[in-house]
């Protein structure tokens, strides 16, 4: 993916517009570090990639794909 744009930014990471490589397509990815989140922050965390996983509905955003490194947990969404 690369990386275009800041879209937003939180407590615990940023969110950018990106592109794949592979198919040009435009995208998000929430970039999160784990390092500063704290347990609560890291359960709601878990529960967004549980729903994120589970759900497909025209009104939610579609996830692509997630990376984990040991301290970081992109989510890749589709761009909206």
Not at 32 to 44: F, I, P, R, S
Not at 50 to 79: F, G, S, V
Request: net charge negative; aromatic share 4%; charged share 30%.
């Amino acid at each position: 993916y690369e990386l275009m744009e800041e879209i937003g930014r939180g407590n615990f990471g940023t969110v950018w517009k990106c592109k794949d490589k592979k198919t040009q397509a435009i995208c998000a990815v929430k970039s999160v570090d784990l390092t500063k989140a704290d347990e609560k922050g890291l359960e709601n965390l878990q529960q967004e990639v549980t729903i994120l996983t589970k759900i497909c509905h025209p009104n939610t955003i579609q996830l692509h794909a997630l990376c984990e490194t040991k301290t970081d947990l992109h989510i890749i969404t589709e761009y909206v």
